[in-house]
């Protein structure tokens, strides 16, 4: 069973940033790729960023490319979310998920297996 935990989430004004981490037990780190998506309220979940195994595959959301920034630290099995430039819009819980090897629909929620239970992102205009 692979546990997912987040953390690094926060209340911050408009412009700063921010770091998320997402630990990850249970299974084999160096053969999953990882997710971060994001819910803000009344809105569905939606994906923010993406990263493989070895981490050579790297996605992004339009809304958050060149802001954000998603990396991984096999050593520690944790995946982080760089995130800066913040902006209201921004704000959300955001999810860490992970699923086996390189899942071709890696925007999509249901290539991913497992989920952490989030982290809650705040900006401040």
């Known amino acids: 069973q692979v546990q997912l935990v987040e953390s690094g989430g926060g209340l911050v004004q408009a412009g700063a940033s921010l770091e998320l981490s997402c630990a990850v037990s249970?299974?084999?780190?160096?053969?999953?790729?990882t997710g971060w998506f994001r819910q803000a309220p009344g809105r569905e979940r939606e994906f923010v960023a993406s990263i493989s195994p070895s981490g050579g595959i790297i996605n992004y959301a339009d809304v958050v490319k060149g802001r954000f920034t998603v990396s991984r630290d096999n050593t520690k099995n944790t995946v982080y979310l760089r995130m800066n430039s913040l902006k209201p819009e921004d704000t959300a819980v955001y999810y860490c998920?992970?699923?086996?090897?390189?899942?071709?629909?890696?925007?999509?929620?249901?290539?991913?297996?497992?989920w952490g239970q989030g982290t809650q992102v705040t900006v401040s205009a």
């Open positions: 998920a992970t699923a086996a090897g390189i899942p071709y629909s890696r925007a999509s929620e249901g290539a991913y297996d497992y």
């Open positions: 249970g299974g084999t780190f160096s053969r999953i790729s």
